[in-house]
């Protein structure tokens, strides 16, 4: 990783190659480095014109280096899982990232020891005196790869697509958005100097939802306390229009295990009367949904509405690639289902495969099943909900077991605040005059709820990289560069315009 001149400190080698990377890019343009702090803007009237091309020519400089640091951290295999990959995955990707906030100038750098036994990293880059402060959160963990066949590229190694885009797990989820917090970084230091104090958190567990960062905060009141709270963990709503998130869904994982007989047995002596493990789980899974694919907890409301943006039907099908002649569930519009309303999904079945499998009633079988949940709706109540449908749904009198694995509270932001209206100027500049979109989303980060919690009087905004041609969570996940880039500029002058408007309020 290229460090700036003040910080001659290498970066740990990234798993790929036993020396750090060589410089890509220049640490500044040409226009950039002329470049000195720019005429103020009035408040809530956008960016100076003069700055934002700066802003703009610097981080279009830095894209070279940033596709390189991004590589080196891909390549790290962080699911934060030691049964999948092994816990020096997620520990070097820890002290990658700490170096880098270090080469960029960060005071009392620290990895944290959270209490679900990952790692999150920790700095804090002062600005003025009597300036706002901004929190901005990544985390560097990431999903599992799923299938590595499946992938058209290596899973752990950033390859440039035909299409123009970056294909690596976490290159939009969530590697990508630490990249666009040092990029934007980058751009204000390079034009003007930092207007705000800067903390930057980067969570280690987050795709786990198993809340160590959540813990570490409420167990340290004042590390993450801010102003205004940036969560570079969301999207756009499709490449090209700039979109704040100001919803999402709350979730809990729920493990289900059906037992019914001592062990298995042969299933021509005793198959029609024996009671099926397989076949109680089977049946109590298919209770979750109704005819019509709706998400069926009983007592649980299933039937709200979205009142914002619209998500067309024609819009979804392609951007979920749903195959031809294949309904969507539900009903109601594709919006509230996805943001408004809870939603069962099957994640994972324990039982034989086809390949091997033998003729057997089967004694036992387990699932994993997630259930999102929409802003207004408490996770306890809905997880004593959907135990409770469980267990009562499983046939037979089979005995039944359930483990909660993680949780999480739904969030709703105030779009009205000024952090808003600096975000929405700053969007508009860098998506050349586009209206900045709200949209919900149907995911969850565990962490919003948290913050919202412990700091009630900050702002929180959502924005990211996880667009829909993403494809996070799934295989053949990318980040498209120019979203990279425009998303650098915005936040960067969103730092400068939030720090105006204070100032103009002061």
Not at 7 to 12: I, L, S
Not at 304 to 309: D, I, P, V
Not at 435 to 449: D, F, K, R, T, V
């Amino acid at each position: 990783m290229q460090q700036p001149s003040s910080d001659p400190t290498a970066m740990p080698p990234s798993p790929a190659s036993s020396t750090s990377s060589a410089s890509s890019g220049s640490s500044a343009s040409p226009a950039s480095a002329a470049s000195t702090a720019p005429a103020t803007s009035e408040a809530g009237q956008g960016p100076d014109a003069g700055y934002a091309s700066g802003v703009a020519a610097t981080v279009a400089s830095l894209m070279p280096r940033a596709r390189t640091e991004l590589a080196e951290l891909v390549a790290f295999r962080s699911v934060a899982d030691p049964e999948q990959f092994p816990r020096s995955e997620c520990e070097d990707a820890a002290a990658w990232v700490a170096q880098a906030l270090r080469a960029e100038g960060f005071q009392d750098v620290a990895t944290l020891d959270t209490p679900d036994g990952t790692q999150s990293v920790y700095g804090l880059l002062p600005g003025p005196a009597g300036a706002p402060t901004v929190l901005l959160y990544a985390h560097y963990d990431v999903q599992p790869p799923l299938d590595e066949a499946a992938w058209r590229t290596p899973p752990f190694e950033l390859t440039d697509g035909a299409d123009g885009r970056w294909y690596g797990r976490g290159a939009a989820d969530c590697k990508g958005g630490f990249l666009m917090h040092l990029l934007a970084l980058r751009a204000v230091k390079e034009n003007g100097g930092l207007p705000v104090s800067v903390k930057m958190i980067v969570e280690g567990s987050e795709e786990q939802g198993t809340g160590g960062l959540e813990q570490y905060a409420r167990q340290h009141h004042e590390l993450l306390a801010a102003d205004t709270i940036v969560i570079g963990d969301a999207g756009n709503f499709r490449c090209g229009l700039p979109t704040v998130t100001a919803t999402l869904r709350g979730m809990t994982l729920l493990r289900v295990q059906v037992d019914t007989l001592e062990g298995n047995l042969h299933s021509g002596l005793f198959g029609g009367a024996a009671p099926d493990a397989l076949a109680a789980l089977l049946r109590t899974l298919d209770s979750l949904r109704d005819a019509e694919g709706n998400t069926v907890v009983d007592g649980l409301e299933s039937d709200a509405r979205w009142e914002g943006m619209p998500y067309p039907e024609e819009d979804f099908r392609h951007d979920a690639k749903v195959l031809d002649g294949v309904g969507l569930l539900g009903d109601g519009a594709v919006a509230d289902r996805l943001w408004a309303r809870p939603a069962v999904t099957v994640l994972g079945i324990d039982c034989p495969p086809v390949v091997g499998a033998t003729p057997s009633v089967h004694a036992s079988a387990r699932a994993l099943i997630s259930l999102r949940i929409p802003p207004g709706t408490d996770v306890e109540k809905a997880i004593e909900l959907l135990v409770a449908h469980v267990e009562s749904h499983v046939p037979w009198q089979a005995r039944v077991s359930t483990e909660v694995i993680g949780k999480g509270q739904p969030f709703s932001a105030d779009t009205s605040s000024p952090a808003y209206t600096a975000m929405a100027a700053a969007l508009s500049t860098a998506y050349d005059g586009q209206e900045m979109q709200i949209a919900g989303m149907g995911g969850s980060i565990p962490l919003c709820n948290a913050l919202d919690a412990l700091y009630p009087d900050a702002e929180i905004l959502l924005i990211g990289l996880s667009e829909p041609e993403a494809q996070i969570h799934a295989v053949n996940e990318s980040v498209d560069p120019r979203e990279l880039e425009r998303l650098a500029v915005a936040e960067a002058l969103f730092l400068r315009g939030y720090a105006e408007q204070a100032a103009g309020a002061a």
